[in-house]
Structure formats: structure tokens, C-alpha cells
């Protein structure tokens, strides 16, 4: 079992910048991924960026690249979310969840999801 915690959502004007957290604990392995998806209202869970525990390879969507950068830190069992030049459309709840494939955009890929942390782009 594994337990993820989001954390650093909130409410933000367009062109600012938040970092959002993740804490995992329970049975990682260092072959997971972990990666983070967003759902806005009436829409599909969508792919955001995804990282490789074990030797910090990233992969970002193309509608956050450049802008958004996936970080984590291992002693802490935490991955970070650094969302900058935020807008309306980066409006949504956002989730983090492990896996062991390399990689997939796909929400059945993850085993194991967080319960989500709101971002609001407003101005």
C-alpha cells in the first residue's frame, strides 16, 4: 500500500506561480513513477508530468511544458509540482499518483492516487 498526500493548492492570479507537494509513504519502490494529473470541472483526468524515482527522469505534457517542472526529493518521499505563468485554463483539482510503468499519460496506469488539491487561476 502506498499513501499520497497533495498539499500547496490555492488560489492564484494569472501569471503567478505555485508549487504543489506530495508526500508518499508505505511501500515505494524505487522503480515507480510518480506522476500528477489534473481534472477540471466537466472534464477527463488529464496527464500533467510524471518523474522516475530512481533516477529523476521527468516527462511533461505539452500543454504545461516549459512552464511546469516536476521535482522530488528522496529523503523526504516527496515530489514537487513548480507551476509558473499559471492561467484560467490551469484551473482544476490536481492529483498525484504512483506507478511502474515508463511512462503513461493514462489514469489506469497508477495504482495509487491522493485525494487532490485545488488550484484556482483567477483574477
Known amino acids: 500500500q502506498v499513501q499520497l498526500v497533495e498539499s500547496g493548492g490555492g488560489l492564484v492570479q494569472p501569471g503567478g506561480s505555485l508549487r504543489l507537494s506530495c508526500a508518499a509513504s508505505?511501500?515505494?519502490?524505487?522503480?515507480?513513477?510518480l506522476g500528477w494529473f489534473r481534472q477540471a470541472p466537466g472534464k477527463e483526468r488529464e496527464f500533467v508530468a510524471v518523474?522516475?524515482?530512481?533516477?529523476?527522469?521527468?516527462h511533461c505534457a505539452d500543454s504545461v511544458k516549459g512552464r511546469f517542472t516536476i521535482s522530488r526529493d528522496n529523503a523526504k518521499n516527496t515530489v514537487y509540482l513548480q507551476m509558473n505563468s499559471l492561467n484560467l485554463e490551469d484551473t482544476a483539482v490536481y492529483y498525484c499518483?504512483?506507478?511502474?510503468?515508463?511512462?503513461?499519460?493514462?489514469?489506469?496506469?497508477?495504482?495509487?492516487w491522493g485525494q487532490g488539491t485545488q488550484v484556482t487561476v483567477s483574477s
Open positions: 499518483a504512483t506507478g511502474r510503468i515508463w511512462w503513461s499519460p493514462r489514469t489506469d496506469a497508477y495504482d495509487y
Open positions: 518523474i522516475k524515482w530512481s533516477d529523476g527522469s521527468t
Open positions: 508505505g511501500r515505494i519502490f524505487s522503480n515507480y513513477v
